[in-house]
């Protein structure tokens, strides 16, 4: 389990591209690896990974899975690239953000970037299939970070998420332009409480589920619109 909090800033020193694997040396901050073995997790980007070998005090290598590499960024980094990065947390660790499983979900691309003083703000593009788990004020992770949702619009598929310069220091999020591809997990709470709801509609509505989906969607809404209250409540 990882809290959210990312640790630092990691570069990809080489990489290794095998049939349905690839293998990455990753370079940390001062201090990232001090008590790290081999076996040990480590989120990179957001995505699980198990160390495979420790290279002197600084660095550490790791394998990458073709499914891992499918639904992850990981597929499109290269050398010199760099990566948030978090070790997992220990038993009884604060959580300052939310707690993360590593289980990337999708990949969404950073559709815009707006630069309020002091602030930096990120709008998303998200696949519509998953927007129903976005809210606003609710969690999200990006690379491995949890953040805030701000803004969520259902019917053009974005959110927008609002950093403090604290966050662009300890983060890739700075680097980050337009197109650029981000793993995405989403809050394991929020998913199963819309998925149930959902479910329990569907069961009892039956085939009016359709006409009731185009009539919400008729007045700009959705199912998941539905379940917000229900979801503030719990």
Sequence with gaps: MFTGIVQGVARIESLIDR??????????PAGFCEGLEIGASVACDGVCLTVTQLLGTDGAAFDVMQQSLSLTNLADLG??????VER????????????LS????FVAHLESVRQPENNHVMRIAVPAR???YIFAKGYIAINGASLTVAEADRQANWFEVWLIPETLRMTTFGEKRMGAALNIEIERQTQVFVDTVRDAIDERLGPLLPALEQ?????????AQLTEPL????
């Design 79 to 84: 050398v010199g690239d760099a990566v948030n």
């Design 215 to 223: 009539l919400l969607q008729s007045q700009g809404k959705d199912l």
């Design 102 to 105: 590593g289980h990337v979900d």
């Design 19 to 28: 049939t349905g694997l690839r293998s990455l040396v990753l370079r940390f």
């Design 88 to 99: 997992a947390a220990r038993d009884g660790a604060e959580i300052g953000g939310h707690p």
């Design 231 to 234: 979801r503030n409540k719990a």
């Design 130 to 132: 998953w927007m129903r």
